[in-house]
């Protein structure tokens, strides 16, 4: 058996979302946007330069086992 709140609260937030909310957020947004400042956008190469060397890593950040180099022939 499924409690209550497991199924008024979905068909709540669905409503909200559904109806509600296209009204609510243009008079709620310019308030919610002086409270709460958005933060400037990270550049490119900011990324690049926090996650490092990825070099003799595989997908996981883990050291693989082996050579690193990546051959361009097929193998048989």
Do not use: H
């Not at 669905?14 to 550049?43: D, G, H, M, T």
């Amino acid at each position: 058996m499924v409690c209550i709140p497991c199924i008024v609260i979905p068909v709540l937030l669905w409503v909200y979302k559904k109806f509600l909310e296209p009204y609510l957020y243009p008079l709620v947004a310019p308030f919610v946007s002086r409270i709460w400042p958005q933060k400037s956008l990270q550049q490119p190469g900011e990324q690049t330069k926090a996650k490092g060397d990825c070099k003799g890593a595989d997908v996981n950040g883990l050291p693989t086992k082996g050579s690193t180099e990546i051959s361009d022939k097929k193998k048989d």
